[in-house]
C-alpha cells in the first residue's frame, strides 16, 4: 500500500515539472528563461501554441498558457529583444498540431 502512495505521490509531482504555465516578466533578472521570439518556423527550437484554457497547457510540448500572476506560473520567461541574448528561440503557431520541439536539446529549460 504504501509503495502505491509512493507511486502516485511521485505521478502527480513529475506532471507538474512538465507543465506549462508561463508569466512573462518585466526584468531580465527575474526570468528563469530568456527568451527571442524568431520571424521564421525554420528558426526556432521551440514551436509554441498558447493556449486558451490553462488544463490544456500541459506537458512539455510547446503548449503554453500565459498566466496572470507570478506565484502561479511554471517558468518565468523575458522576451529579450536580441537573438543573442536569448536562452531558448520560439515561434508562434496557429495550429495546436504544430506545437513542439525542434531542438531537443534545449528541452530541460522547461523541466
Not at 41 to 64: C, I, M, Q, T
Amino acid at each position: 500500500m504504501k509503495a502505491f502512495l509512493l507511486t502516485v505521490l511521485c505521478l502527480q509531482m513529475t506532471a507538474n515539472f512538465f507543465s506549462q504555465k508561463i508569466y512573462s516578466v518585466d526584468y531580465e533578472s527575474r526570468a528563469d528563461v530568456k527568451v527571442f521570439v524568431v520571424d521564421y518556423e525554420s528558426r526556432a527550437d521551440l514551436l509554441v501554441y498558447k493556449e486558451k484554457y490553462e488544463s490544456r497547457a500541459k506537458g512539455n510540448d510547446g503548449n503554453w498558457f500565459f498566466v496572470d500572476y507570478e506565484s502561479r506560473a511554471d517558468k518565468k520567461i523575458y522576451f529579450v529583444k536580441y537573438e543573442s541574448r536569448a536562452d531558448l528561440k520560439v515561434y508562434f503557431v496557429k495550429y495546436e498540431s504544430r506545437a513542439g520541439w525542434k531542438n531537443s536539446s534545449k528541452k530541460q529549460l522547461f523541466y
